[in-house]
């Protein structure tokens, strides 16, 4: 894999407000490799969204930015796919014509009308839709249309995919088939992912890297873990792995210790997972000292 194929360097970002500037961000540090799976976790307001919403271009760094295979992200653009919690399909298109939408778009003049239909058949089978292309939005679950809203930023190609908790909205046994589907895809295709998580467990099942972030305002990066579980990963094997349980561990450390949220501790005053032990540290570092 090719190194700083994602540089976000320095990155911050201050918003005007009533009360006098807001600084949501601050001295934002990270380097991705090609074809890592990213999971940007921390306490509601830490500005995950914000930086997301960086990488795909829809906001403006105050200071630093960031740099795509040597092109600074000042835009949105069709290497960089979003997927959001929302899956936000044309309710009047069909599941087909949703996804045939974005490869229009994107490959108009650089495909024949037979490749394009060959390729977004394509892209619905990779998340197993190909027996609803003829249906509309309002005829399938939920679960399927993330399945269509993931099938349509694949569709773009893109070079990186971001995703804002896309299986944040779904049930418990939607969100885990919709989690091996994903590991399926990126083992498939090898995309580059930052994903949005507020959920441990899928943090540490589908990520190569966990970036945690401290809370805001001025939230920065507090931590990495590299998670060096082997692929693929078998959720049910992982269960009684106590490497996948240490790393776990970290995480929930960092969130309710190292970060101690009140709001979210007076909301949850028995949180239902509480390490047993204190583990021995993971190695754990931020871009920024690695530089």
Known sequence: ??????????????????????????????RIDEGQFIALIGHS???????????????QATSGGAILQGQVVDEPGPERAVVFQNHALMPWLTVYQNVELAVKQVF???????????????NLQLVH???????????????MKQRVGIARCLAM????????????????????????SLMEIHAELGNTVVM???????????????????????ATIGEILEVELPRPRDRLALAENPDFNHVRQQVLKF?????????????NAAPKETPASEPTPLRAVNDSEAA
């Open 45 to 59: 307001g830490c500005g995950k969204s914000t930086l997301l919403n960086i990488l795909a271009g829809l906001e």
């Open 196 to 218: 949005i998580t507020h959920d441990v467990d899928e943090a540490v099942l589908l990520s190569d890297r966990i970036v945690m972030m401290t809370n805001g305002p001025a």
């Open 157 to 180: 190609q893109p070079k990186v995919v971001l995703m804002d908790e896309p299986f944040g909205a779904l049930d418990a046994l939607t969100r885990a088939h919709l989690q091996d």
């Open 129 to 143: 839709m190909e027996h609803a292309l003829d249906k509309l939005p309002g005829e399938i679950s939920g679960g």
């Open 108 to 122: 108009k003049g650089r495909k024949s009308k037979r490749e394009m239909r060959e390729w977004t058949e394509h």
């Open 255 to 267: 969130l309710y210790a190292k970060q101690r949220n009140p709001a979210l501790l007076e909301e």
């Open 1 to 30: 894999m090719a190194n700083n194929y994602l540089d976000i360097s320095g990155v911050g970002i201050t918003f005007p407000t009533d009360n006098g500037p807001f600084c949501a961000l601050e001295n934002v540090n990270l």
